[in-house]
């Protein structure tokens, strides 16, 4: 069961912008744990985005950015690109769980 | 270069055991914790473990306490991660994923394992 909120889907046209949120408690996000991203393509293992809240890994687009406030973080794809359609996943940890990994429910974004 | 290679895929029957190895190049096998996750058919990620495979100890997902463990083979530079009492609804892709920063235990995954598919099915 995931503990992180995301929308099952957010949508738009190329070169648009989409942001996905990423909604957690105080025992996780709000806790202060780091916030990460991942994109994952059918068939494939997820790919790391976004680690430390904001920040990229060499070759990751600067399209995407991340940013986290409060017990929420959100990813935001700018530029939007018919190679952008996947699933993202936000991941923390979570200190009820005794510092258990936590991950999002997913969010599929389709580029229209 | 850096990479997770794993084992490939199962089938077993309900009740049984199933163990996934996972084996590291390209770095200092010791210096990065690994974790455990798995993803059912259709459906999002869900935490299993980690291990240190340095020393070796591990913490393991309150759903899995009792069924899992995870264990490391320095001398191979393998991991391996082995689900007992097996369900339908243990059917998922099992990954190996690797920390980003040495000897941290929290952070990001930055490598992955290419996934092993496992089957339970009578």
């Known amino acids: 069961q995931s503990v992180l909120t995301q929308p099952p889907s957010v949508s738009g046209a190329p070169g648009q912008r989409v942001t996905i949120s990423c909604t957690g408690s105080?025992?996780?996000?709000?806790?202060?744990?780091?916030v990460h991203w991942y994109q994952q393509l059918p068939g494939t293992a997820p790919k790391l985005l976004i680690y430390?809240?904001?920040n990229r890994p060499s070759g990751v687009p600067d399209r995407f950015s991340g940013s986290k406030s409060g017990a929420s973080a959100s990813l935001a794809i700018t530029g939007l690109q018919a190679e952008d359609e996947a699933d993202y996943y936000c991941?923390?940890?979570?200190?009820?769980?005794?510092?258990?990994?936590?991950f999002g429910t997913g969010t599929k974004v389709t580029v229209l | 270069q850096v990479q997770l290679v794993q084992s490939g895929a199962e089938v077993k029957k309900p009740g049984a055991s199933v163990k996934v190895s996972c084996k590291a190049s390209?770095?200092?096998?010791?210096?990065?914790?690994i974790h455990w996750v798995r993803q059912a058919p259709g459906q999002g990620l869900e935490w299993m473990g980690i291990?240190?495979?340095?020393?070796?100890?591990?913490s393991y997902a309150q759903n899995f306490q009792g069924r899992v463990t995870m264990t490391k083979d320095t001398s191979t530079s393998t991991l391996y991660m082995e689900l007992s009492s097996l369900r339908s609804e243990d059917t998922a892709v099992y990954y190996c994923?690797?920390?980003?920063?040495?000897?941290?235990?929290?952070?990001?995954?930055?490598?992955w394992g290419q996934g092993t598919m496992v089957t339970v099915s009578s």
């Open positions: 994923a690797r920390v980003v920063s040495a000897w941290v235990q929290k952070g990001a995954f930055d490598i």
């Open positions: 390209g770095y200092t096998f010791t210096k990065y914790y």
């Open positions: 291990i240190n495979p340095s020393g070796g100890d591990t």
């Open positions: 105080s025992s996780n996000i709000g806790a202060g744990y780091d």
């Open positions: 430390g809240n904001s």
């Open positions: 991941q923390s940890y979570d200190s009820s769980l005794s510092g258990s990994g936590v």
